[in-house]
C-alpha cells in the first residue's frame, strides 16, 4: 500500500521557521524523484522545491529560493522527504503536498507527480 504522509505543519508567526516531514512507503521511493508543492485558498496547486533519487539533485520556486531547504533520507523501506522553511512570510500559507515522481526533477517541476500525499496545513500569521 502506497503511502505517503505529511507531518510538521502548524501555525507560526512571520519570520519564523517551520520543518516539514513526508514518509513514503510502499513503492521503492529510494529511486523517485520528490517534491513539495503548496495550494493557497482559492489559488491553483503550486511548485515549491524538489530532488532527484540520490539527493544531489535539487529545485526549488522562485519565491521560496534562499528561504527553503528540501533534503530527503533514503531508509531501507521508507523514504523521509523534508522541507526546512525559514523566513516565514503569510504568503506561505497554504496546505503543503509533499509528492513522489518516477522521473526526474524537471518532471515533478512540470507537476508530472505519480503519487501525492494528503497534504499538512501550514499557516503564518503577520
Known amino acids: 500500500q502506497v503511502q505517503l504522509v505529511e507531518s510538521g505543519g502548524g501555525l507560526v508567526q512571520a519570520g519564523g521557521s517551520l520543518r516539514l516531514s513526508c514518509a513514503a512507503s510502499?513503492?521503492?521511493?529510494?529511486?523517485?524523484?520528490m517534491g513539495w508543492f503548496r495550494q493557497a485558498p482559492g489559488k491553483e496547486r503550486e511548485f515549491v522545491a524538489a530532488?532527484?533519487?540520490?539527493?544531489?539533485?535539487?529545485?526549488?520556486a522562485d519565491s521560496v529560493k534562499g528561504r527553503f531547504t528540501i533534503s530527503r533520507n533514503n531508509a531501507q523501506n521508507t523514504v523521509y522527504l523534508y522541507l526546512q522553511m525559514n523566513s516565514l512570510k503569510p504568503e506561505d500559507t497554504a496546505v503543503y503536498y509533499c509528492?513522489?515522481?518516477?522521473?526526474?526533477?524537471?518532471?515533478?517541476?512540470?507537476?508530472?507527480?505519480?503519487?501525492w500525499g494528503q497534504g499538512t496545513q501550514v499557516t503564518v500569521s503577520s
Open positions: 509528492s513522489a515522481s518516477r522521473t526526474g526533477v524537471h518532471t515533478v517541476r512540470l507537476g508530472g507527480v505519480d503519487y
Open positions: 510502499g513503492r521503492t521511493f529510494s529511486t523517485y524523484a
Open positions: 530532488i532527484g533519487w540520490s539527493g544531489s539533485t535539487t529545485g526549488y
